[in-house]
Structures are given as C-alpha cells and as structure tokens.
T-cell receptor
Framework: KAGVTQTPRYLIKTRGQQVTLSCSPISGHRSVSWYQQTPGQGLQFLFEYFSETQRNKGNFPGRFSGRQFSNSRSEMNVSTLELGDSALYLC?????????????FGPGTRLTVT | KQEVTQIPAALSVPEGENLVLNCSFTDSAIYNLQWFRQDPGKGLTSLLLIQSSQREQTSGRLNASLDKSSGRSTLYIAASQPGDSATYLCAVINYNFNKFYFGSGTKLNVKP
C-alpha cells in the first residue's frame, strides 16, 4: 500500500498570503489529522477529519481551516499568513471510525513565510 | 490536560550499546501509546503501538513497555546502530479525546 502523501513538499510564501496544503491518506483510511511542528512548540494538533466532518480541533486561530473530501483526501488552508506560521505541517491517517487508533504520518510540507 | 514528557532530550552513545528512552504522561486514562521515529526534516515513522490493556510490544531490536498506573513508557533499543540516529517521539491518546499528545522527543546519536 502506498503511504500518506503530502503536496507540495516545500512552499515559500510572503506574509498576508494564503496557502493550501494537500494530504492523501493511505488507501482505506478514513480519518485524517493535521499537525504543526516547530522547534519551539514541538508537535501541535490542528484538527481531525472523518467522513468529511471535522471531529476534533486544536487550539489554533480561525485562520487555520481544513476540509475532507468524499475520497478521504484532505486539504488544510491558512489565510493571512504570519511569520510564525513557518513550520513543518504533518498529516496523519488512521484506519477506522475510532480516531484513537494508530496514526501513520506523511513526509510533511515545509512552509516558510517571509 | 494531558502532558507528555520525554527524558533525556538528547542522548549520545557508542555503537552496540543497549539503551532506554523514557516517556511519562500525567493522565493515566490513555487509550493507547505510540512510539515514532523522525529523521531530520522528515515525517514520523511509526515504530510501535501499545494498547492500554497491553504491557509491552516488540519489533526486531525494539521493545516498548507501558505502565499506565505510573504514567510511564520506555523504549528499549538493543545493540544500537548508527542508522538508529534520529529523534524518537512518544504520543498518547486519551479515552475522551480523539487527538494525540506528543512529547518533545529524545534526539539519539549513535556513534560508529
């Protein structure tokens, strides 16, 4: 089975712009979670989607949003980018309805905001 | 709120040594605990998953144990190799919340 894929792998944006990141889960996985990783804060949970519905959300401002499509692919959007949004954004997929199962991560998208 | 701590933050050992990485968590009502490995600039690779009802899991040279009552897990790496050099993270998920809480990781360097 192919693993979790994320596109693009690298992205450079300027402050005030918006960005959309994409994640394709492992085939058959229906839960997709997003995380932000920075040297200072470590791995922080953004949100989780299951069957096109946001099931859980972390403590991030409303500039961070996401969605999931009927094929389980997910996108994450960040509007009005700030320098502090520079991070590695990781997507993880999980097999089933129970979001507490093992998570499998993609390679990440490295976002740099200048 | 669940808090996960990993000690030490960094570890350097000579090749061939057996070593133990530690992970502690404050809320023992966990559903499972997962150990990951992360190479620089890369995503996370799942190593082992321990369900709350289990005490340990093994995969090759890796053995992870779980003591829920004391809020601790250890990852044992036998006969370490330079290729084991990476950051190791543990994450727990509680019964009540569908999200993982991550520790800050232990950066391991195995010297040839």
């Amino acid at each position: 089975k192919a693993g979790v894929t994320q596109t693009p792998r690298y992205l450079i944006k300027t402050r005030g712009q918006q960005v959309t990141l994409s994640c394709s889960p492992i085939s058959g996985h229906r839960s997709v979670s997003w995380y932000q990783q920075t040297p200072g804060q470590g791995l922080q949970f953004l949100f989780e989607y299951f069957s096109e519905t946001q099931r859980n959300k972390g403590n991030f401002p409303g500039r961070f949003s996401g969605r999931q499509f009927s094929n389980s692919r997910s996108e994450m959007n960040v509007s009005t980018l700030e320098l502090g949004d520079s991070a590695l954004y990781l997507c993880a997929s999980s097999p089933g309805r129970d979001g507490r199962q093992a998570q499998y991560f993609g390679p990440g998208t490295r976002l740099t905001v200048t | 709120k669940q808090e996960v701590t990993q000690i030490p933050a960094a570890l350097s050992v000579p090749e061939g040594e057996n070593l133990v990485l530690n992970c502690s968590f404050t809320d023992s009502a966990i559903y499972n605990l997962q150990w990951f490995r992360q190479d620089p600039g890369k995503g996370l690779t799942s190593l082992l998953l321990i369900q709350s009802s289990q005490r340990e899991q093994t995969s090759g040279r890796l053995n992870a144990s779980l003591d829920k009552s004391s809020g601790r897990s250890t990852l044992y790496i036998a006969a370490s190799q330079p290729g084991d050099s990476a950051t190791y993270l543990c994450a727990v998920i509680n019964y009540n919340f569908n999200k993982f809480y991550f520790g800050s990781g232990t950066k391991l360097n195995v010297k040839p």
